[in-house]
């Protein structure tokens, strides 16, 4: 099978051994565990995973909470005692739902959905355009003036460099945030933003208008530098 990498998330830690034996005797040996949903939070945003095995019923953080709060979401498999949260899990575009307690050979059908799920994954990754859909709810938090912000990915129109700084303007105003524009970018889903300069990032569907190497966001324009241009026509034209 393709080398995979799992995150096995689930407050039971039996549960969780279940599933890191069944990868292991399948020869996958790149696991990690989380027993809550805010451990598993900060795992995602720190690592990239291919595949994740979550339950739903967790304290602090819920499963459904926890996929809603991910900008681009990882190829899911729920694991459940509870067929209740069945059509929310599909809803929410996940490979597959195992209810607990569930058997080695349906264990093997989930992975064989997983293994081409990543294969797909993989071959698009080129294009840098995730082939997952990305919520409608998911958020970010910005820390600015001492204070976390939420803010909707979905209400970013752009993000400018400054120095130290980073200015994050949204449909509901700006913020001044002390981090990179890399690392800020690298958290959003490359199929709706792009960088079209060394400081700046973009949502592609905010742009207005594109004309004289610039793009206008909002009434502000925004240059295109010459190695991103006949990418950003690319994208656009699709």
Not at 82 to 101: H, Q
Not at 114 to 127: D, E, K, M, W
């Amino acid at each position: 099978m393709t080398a995979i990498k799992c995150l096995i998330v689930d407050d039971e830690p039996l549960a969780i051994d279940l599933v890191e034996n069944f990868l292991t005797r399948m020869g996958i040996s790149d696991i990690s565990r989380c027993e809550n949903g805010v451990d598993a939070f900060r795992c995602l945003h720190q690592e990239k995973y291919d595949l994740v095995f979550l339950d739903i019923e967790m304290p602090m953080l819920s499963g459904v909470e926890l996929l809603k709060s991910l900008p681009v979401r990882p190829i899911v498999v729920i694991t459940t005692a509870y067929r209740d949260y069945a059509v929310e899990g599909f809803e929410l575009e996940v490979l597959d739902y195992l209810v607990k307690p569930f058997s080695f050979a349906r264990f093997i059908q989930t992975m064989d959905k997983a293994g081409r799920a990543v294969t797909i994954q993989r071959s698009g990754a080129a294009s840098s355009v995730p082939l997952l859909p990305v919520a409608e709810d998911a958020y970010l938090f910005l820390k600015a003036d001492r204070q976390l912000i939420k803010v909707f990915i979905r209400e970013i129109r752009y993000i400018e460099s400054m120095k130290d700084y980073i200015r994050v303007n949204t449909t509901r105003g700006e913020w001044l945030c002390h981090q990179s524009l890399t690392d800020i970018t690298e958290k959003l889903p490359a199929a709706q933003f792009f960088r079209l300069h060394r400081s700046y990032t973009v949502a592609l569907d905010k742009i207005d208008l594109y004309r004289d190497n610039c793009v206008h966001i909002n009434g502000k324009p925004i240059p295109v530098s010459r190695e991103n241009r006949q990418e950003l026509r690319q994208r656009l034209g699709r």
